[in-house]
């Protein structure tokens, strides 16, 4: 993994709600135009209010470490709307809302501002037999769907479900009929599991085909537990991506004042070698509700 030095070239509002975001950088001619259409990156932004000041870490085996004597850069995770390796930028599109690391960032971006940027990763990976699939997104998916749905081949039928906050904040998605529901987000509850229920119910015949959902981490549970427990899928053929979870903050806070014998029974949740990652990630996602979290 590189984290690499990008700075914002073009700053464009999308709507109301949402904004984009162009960084260059000489390390971005590694991303590919061709990368996985929900490919994520960690975005680590200035410390202070010097908006060129990054305290770029430093990568290791683990991951990454702060320099010594630096301060440690706050750190974000994105979605890539869109790469041009040949003009060496990237498009990253942020959702705005009135608090938080990032939102505060891009409220006030401009040309020249620093970001540091990691190599992406992608999770979408649909079977090789993809004949049908189905999209489904609250705002914070919807770069996503957009560029998923860029590259997916003509012969593959597609249905697309965004929820947004409201019809004022629908964007065009190229080369499908998209249903816009209104509600979640951070608004009211999330419908995101009624309308997975309602795309894929019980009985579907998923030759064929393939589930993609991305949005409220929290209402996430719900759908993976759906896919999986009560329409027993095979992995291969669905993904569920928790984007964001509500006061963030505050749930960091209070899974840190965990008792450390708790913590670490979480953790060792994972170290099953017998048990598939989906019901690895259901086993934790119920302890943690368990734990009100």
């Known amino acids: 993994m590189t984290i690499h030095r990008a700075i914002v070239a073009r700053v464009q509002p999308l709507t ?7 960084l260059h950088g000489e390390g971005l001619t590694a991303f590919e135009s061709t990368g996985v259409g929900d490919e994520y990156i960690r975005l680590f932004f200035p410390h202070g209010p010097d908006r060129s000041d990054i305290s770029l870490p430093i990568t290791t085996e683990k991951g990454w470490e702060t ?26 599109d942020f959702v705005l809302h009135d608090h938080g690391v990032a939102s505060t960032w891009v409220a006030d971006a401009q040309p020249g501002d620093v970001l540091g940027v990691n190599d992406p990763t992608g999770l979408y990976s649909p079977p090789d037999d993809l004949a049908w699939q ?24 597609t249905r697309v479900i965004v929820e947004l906050p409201g019809p004022e904040v629908v964007q065009p998605l190229p080369g499908t009929k998209v249903t816009w529901t209104y509600g979640g987000n951070g608004h009211e509850a999330s419908r995101l599991a009624e309308l997975v229920s309602a795309a894929i119910p019980a009985g579907t015949d998923m030759t064929g085909g393939y589930v993609w959902v991305a949005g409220e981490t929290n209402a996430l549970r ?3 537990r759906y896919l999986r427990k009560e329409l027993r899928l095979p992995a291969t053929r669905f993904k569920v991506v928790g984007y964001w979870i ?13 008792p450390e014998a708790v913590r670490a029974e979480l953790v060792a949740l994972w170290d099953d070698p017998v048990v598939e990652e989906e019901d690895l990630t259901i086993r934790y996602e119920s302890r943690l509700s368990d734990l009100g979290l």
């Open 16 to 22: 109301a709600t949402m904004t984009r975001v162009t």
């Open 222 to 224: 719900t759908v993976r």
């Open 67 to 92: 320099p010594e004597g630096r301060p440690v850069a706050p750190m974000r995770t994105y979605t890539v709307r869109a790469v041009r390796p040949e003009s060496r930028e990237i498009d990253v």
């Open 246 to 258: 509500p006061n963030a903050d505050s749930w960091n806070e209070r899974y840190e004042a965990l």
């Open 134 to 157: 189905v999209l489904i997104a609250d705002q914070t998916g919807l770069p996503a769907v957009a560029r998923l749905l860029e590259n997916t081949p003509a012969e593959v039928a």
